[in-house]
């Protein structure tokens, strides 16, 4: 036997003296298994074949209850508008994850307001009166506008830091490959001028002071370490070769001359 519970109201029972509140507590006990009867009697609804339970198999089973009927409501956005449709019983939550694949804006940055008034994830459509062509509007929340916004500057940041790190590592790499080259020159025993490790060692230093300018992070940092940790090897090798490169001798080049003998001379007879 089903469950019976009556509502009171101030016009003697009377179901159109609801109050909003106490029709929202009607949509929430059908959810929950009650149903609503035209007179206000909420009664518990049964499930399918409980009938035929009840009546020891003598009575007819009550068929099951339909799906609740889908409406469709018309979303304005900005400029646009959609026309979305979606379960007359859903929440606002679900509504507004249909309307992300519409919109391409997440759910989590929807503000949706109906009659006026915002509402929450939690809300549900009929409890607000939503019926089939309702308009509702939607925005976008502020917060979630500026949390993009501050994660473009950031974006471009760590772009503007990749850009100049990686024209730093160009020059490291055209300094590294004369590094070699002096090295080479000086294992063969063949002396350079010191200019040119000092030279290479001073445009090493400004690199360095370029990258300690760079505010980077994540990605970005480990870059500029690995940099810096090349422009620290070439000045260390330069330093170790400028040493070796003073104890080498400076190779003094003579040319021996071969010496004639003077030529001899022819004495011319005059005539007068």
Not at 20 to 38: F, L, M, Q, T
Not at 63 to 83: D, F, L, N, Q, S
Not at 239 to 268: G, H, M, Y
Request: aromatic share 4%; charged share 25%; hydrophobic share 40%.
């Amino acid at each position: 036997m089903a469950a019976v519970m009556h509502r009171s109201s101030s016009d003697g029972g009377s179901s159109s003296g609801w109050s909003e509140a106490a029709a929202a507590s009607a949509a929430g006990d059908e959810r929950a298994g009650w149903e609503v009867r035209p007179s206000g009697m909420v009664v518990q609804a049964r499930e399918e074949g409980a009938g035929a339970a009840a009546g020891g198999g003598g009575g007819m089973g009550i068929p099951p209850r339909p799906p609740p009927p889908e409406i469709t409501v018309r979303v304005k956005y900005g400029a646009a508008r959609h026309e979305v449709a979606v379960s007359s019983i859903a929440s606002f939550g679900e509504l507004k994850k249909l309307l992300a694949a519409r919109t391409g804006l997440p759910a989590a940055d929807q503000r949706l307001t109906y009659r006026g008034k915002e509402r929450s994830n939690a809300d549900y459509l009929d409890v607000c009166g939503v019926k089939n062509k309702s308009k509702l509007y939607l925005a976008e929340d502020p917060t979630s506008v500026e949390r993009r916004y501050i994660e473009r500057q950031k974006s471009a940041k760590i772009e503007t830091a990749n850009r100049a790190i990686g024209a730093i590592a160009l020059e490291v790499d055209k300094l590294a490959d004369q590094v070699r080259s002096i090295e080479k020159s000086i294992t063969r025993g063949s002396k350079v001028a010191e200019v040119q490790i000092t030279t290479l060692i001073e445009l090493l230093m400004r690199l360095a002071v370029k990258l300690d300018s760079i505010h980077a992070e994540g990605d970005s940092s480990s870059q500029k370490n690995i940099q810096a940790k090349r422009v620290q090897k070439c000045v260390e090798t330069l330093d170790v070769l400028k040493i070796s490169n003073a104890r080498l001798q400076n190779v003094i080049v003579t040319t021996k001359w071969e010496t004639f003998d003077a030529p001899a001379t022819t004495q011319w007879e005059l005539f007068d």
